[in-house]
């Protein structure tokens, strides 16, 4: 007699276990920006005459989360630094070492986080923005890499052009006439007749995010291409293409600077309203948030990064592997899970991504790819002491031009060539890497000559003796 209820009971407990693990399992979005400088949001260190650009969403944004100190892209570039976000590999070990004519594809065998999220943990999965890691007929293209919709820009020259003709949905390309022949008077004078990228994704964004539901987890890379430089209705960098200059249209600037200053300041704007879907929906609580640029600051179309002192306390800029180039203004929010307005130093780098949100997803270490680079930076997000990385490493294989960098705890090494030793500095007291110890520290060098041939396999598309142009 007392087989029935405790089978009963039994299956109860069951229901509700499995009701549980899939209403709690966490969504992620991870926001993307393109080309932003370590110092340009507000909440990082940065000193200018011009003042700080208006960044009030991210500023509340690190209060609500932890801002990293020293988190770092996979690359000083684009698409590489993309590859090490998707696939957990830094660029000694990536598929993808540089930016590539065409831009160089991911292959079948990749196995990126959208994938795993997808076949392992059940997510439903979306880009929208940038790609550039492969078009729609190569084994790189976005649905063949465990994304479920697909809207953007599939290249990065596609990119450079704020007012395309078309953007992609999935395999289909979707025409944008009102953007024939765009110029920076017809859509600035009327951003109504013109369709501005940053808007289009955005929007996009929201709808998707309003399509889903707390039935199953979800992943958004959200990848906009705000503040890369740009063109109107063509792929020339010739500027930094907005629909208004809002109150930067007052001030004393060179046009291309208020530009600059401006598609931040909207950029904000539009990652306020998707934080505001995720509150609507209910999915606050229950997603994490994840914020980043994938490189440094440029220094293209015009602007000039050393006008807001883009890189902040940092020497160089994009296409640089000295910190200027590297370091990324990297925030997290969580709620209930980060403790808000924490601010942490621990290193890590775009190829912690994969496993930390595999982690998030409860994807066993069993389940990911061999041999990762990268290592989940769970016990960091939630306040707890976690070991430092052994060493971060880096390689630059673009324009004809090799180099890497290793970060092992304090000491920072950087070498510009195969036939160039290293450069090191003490990052710890020396953040904008002026004094070079290299010849005092001997000991240092060994140790970084040795992390460096370990950390490098030979990749035939991207020799360390003739890199591609980009």
Known sequence: MMERPILFSLFIAFLCISFTYGQTKPNILFILADDMGYGEPGKFPSTSPHGRISTPTLDAFAEQGMRFTDAY??????????????????????????????????????????????????????????????QNDTTGAPRLQGFDYYFGQLTQVEAHNYYPLYVWENERRNDLSLNNNASRTRCMDDPSS????????????IDWLNQQTAKQPWFLY???????????????????????????????????????????????????????????KGFEDNTIVFFASDNGAHNEGGHSYLFFN?????????????????????????????????????????????????EIAGIPTSELPNNLDGISIVPTLLGQTQPPKEYLYWEFCTDHKWG???????????????????????????????????????????????????????????????????
């Open 404 to 470: 890497h960098a290793i970060r092992m705890d304090k000491w920072k090494a950087v070498s510009f060539s195969v036939e160039e030793s290293f450069e090191l500095y003490d990052i710890s007291t020396d953040i904008h890497e002026d004094n070079n110890l290299a010849s005092s520290h001997p000991e240092i060098i060994s140790k970084m000559n040795t992390i460096a041939k370990l950390a490098h396999t030979d990749s035939p598309i991207w020799p360390i003796k003739d890199c591609r142009t980009s």
């Open 310 to 358: 883009s890189s902040g306390p940092l020497r160089g800029f994009k296409r640089s592997l000295y910190e200027g180039g590297i370091r990324t203004p990297s925030m997290v929010r969580w709620p209930g899970k980060i403790k808000p307005g924490s601010v942490s130093n621990y290193a890590w780098a775009f190829w912690d991504f994969l496993p930390t949100a595999a």
């Open 73 to 134: 892209t996979g690359e000083a570039v684009c698409a590489p630094s993309r590859c090490a976000l998707m696939t957990g590999y830094h660029t000694g070990h990536g598929r993808i070492r540089g930016n590539y004519p065409g831009d160089y594809p991911l292959s079948k065998t990749d196995v990126t986080i959208a994938s795993l999220l997808k076949k392992k943990a059940g997510y439903n999965t979306a880009l929208i923005g940038k790609w550039g890691l492969g």
């Open 194 to 205: 013109c369709t501005w990228t940053q808007d289009l994704f955005t929007s996009k964004a």
């Open 222 to 280: 959200l990848a906009f291409t705000v503040p890369h430089a740009g063109g109107w209705k063509d792929t020339e960098e010739s500027g930094a293409p907005v629909p208004t200059d809002l109150d930067y249209a007052n001030k004393s600037w060179p046009i291309v600077e208020k530009d600059h200053a401006a598609s931040i300041t909207l950029q904000d704007k539009d990652i306020s309203l998707i934080l505001d879907v995720l509150k609507k």
